[in-house]
């Protein structure tokens, strides 16, 4: 899933190193464009139990 997210999170990024990246406003967007279809808040269409509609969703490790 990693080798997926990655490269449109990094396209996404226009900050320089010196920016703290922000959620809502950098990677949110690219995930809601590509991803929520099947990782959002709708529970009846969520793939693999992965959901990235908030923060803290997407940042918990989740297993195999």
């Known amino acids: ?3 997926v997210v990655l490269p449109l999170l990094l396209a996404g990024c226009t ?3 010196e920016e ?3 959620f809502n406003e ?3 967007p690219i995930l809601s464009e590509n ?3 099947c ?3 709708d529970s009846g269409s969520r ?3 992965l959901r990235l509609d908030r923060a803290q969703f997407a940042y ?3 297993g195999k």
Do not use: D, F, N, V
């Open 15 to 17: 900050r320089t190193p």
């Open 39 to 41: 990782h959002g808040p």
């Open 35 to 37: 991803c929520y279809g």
């Open 1 to 3: 899933m990693a080798w």
């Open 47 to 49: 793939k693999a139990e």
């Open 60 to 62: 918990q490790p989740h």
């Open 20 to 22: 703290k990246l922000s």
């Open 26 to 28: 950098s990677i949110q």
